[in-house]
């Protein structure tokens, strides 16, 4: 590749992955494969890349994963990384969206990693302060980061993307994770199958590339990758969902309905998990399970996003 077609994200703030093409996606997924070399290298971790940055992670939603590996990726970067939880800043005392950022921005921050409730959040936030901002979740609508920790889960574990058959299971409706995934994996060359409930799986993903099915059993046959979404019950109306108990035996992902599956299938799920619900607790934490790996290579995937948006790097 000529230095003209260079890719690069430096500037780049990451609202969601329907912005984003192919090669840029494979820069991110490159430069996590040598971020997390250096995770997995043992011994001091730190790397000088961003010494002199500050990153402030935004937080209006709970997080574990999300919230604690962009932090530590910041830091393993060298930045200094500064942690804001709604319920223990002016945020409860009223401070709207636009001057809770203007005040990070005061500050001098060179990025702000914010989860929100709303979508369109952290385009919001593109649009009045000039920090690169990473959306770490708004609301139902995307979730950049986790899609592409996903694909590179899954480039690590099947060693490509390309024509594999990947099912999301779920609450497709409620999921900022498969509208991220979705754009990503059929960007990436991936048959993209959803399955769930007719009430929890959302029409306007009918394009190319994407299948809909109503019934798991047949949207697994000869999957190669599973995708298990939890079923969002905090963003849900009433009578969207059936019970739990019948969730679990028409939806739920366990060993007898993975026989129908590819033998050598890869699960995945985002977490939080709602353990006998959506995912039984066998398929967690047996053998063809990556759900550990999956936190693992977020922050690789993090430190990935935070290095080539604040500090640059090719794939030339
Ligand atoms: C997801 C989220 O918050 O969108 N979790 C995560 O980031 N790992 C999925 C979820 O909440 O179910």
Request: aromatic share 6%; hydrophobic share 40%; charged share 25%.
């Amino acid at each position: 590749m000529s230095n003209e077609d260079a890719v690069s994200l430096f500037g780049k703030s990451v609202v969601a992955l329907k912005n984003f093409s192919a090669e840029e996606i494979h820069l991110v997924l490159n430069t996590a494969r040598k971020m997390k070399q250096i995770i997995r290298r043992g011994g001091d971790k730190k790397l000088p890349n961003l010494r002199g940055k500050a990153i402030v992670n935004l937080f209006y939603e709970p997080s574990t994963r999300t919230r604690t590996s962009f932090e530590l990726a910041g830091k393993y970067l060298g930045a200094d990384v500064v942690s804001i939880n709604s319920g223990t800043s002016s945020i409860v005392k009223g401070e709207s969206l636009r001057d809770t950022l203007r005040t990070i921005e005061a500050m001098g921050v060179d990025a702000i990693v914010m989860r929100h409730k709303a979508e369109g959040a952290a385009d919001f936030a593109t649009q009045v302060v000039k920090p690169i901002i990473i959306n770490a979740g708004d609301g139902a609508h995307a979730h950049p980061s986790q899609a592409l920790l996903d694909l590179f889960t899954i480039e690590q574990r099947k060693g490509r993307l390309v024509g594999l058959k990947v099912v999301i299971v779920g609450d497709i409706l409620h999921s900022r994770v498969a509208r991220s995934d979705v754009y990503a994996m059929t960007k990436m060359g991936m048959n993209v199958h959803l399955a769930g409930p007719k009430t929890l799986l959302p029409r306007f993903f009918e394009f190319d590339g994407v299948t809909l099915h109503e019934s798991v059993d047949e949207a697994i046959q000869g999957a190669d990758v599973i995708n298990v979404l939890r079923i969002q019950l905090e963003r849900q109306q009433a009578g969207l969902f059936p019970s739990t108990r019948e969730y679990a035996r028409v939806f739920g992902i366990n060993d007898d309905r993975l026989r129908l599956a590819a033998d050598d299938v890869l699960i995945l799920h985002p977490g939080p998990q709602n353990k006998g619900l959506e995912i039984s607790s066998e398929v967690t934490y047996g053998e063809r399970s990556a759900i550990q790996e999956q936190v693992q290579n977020g922050v690789a995937v993090r430190m990935a996003l935070l290095d080539l948006t604040l500090n640059g790097g090719t794939n030339s």
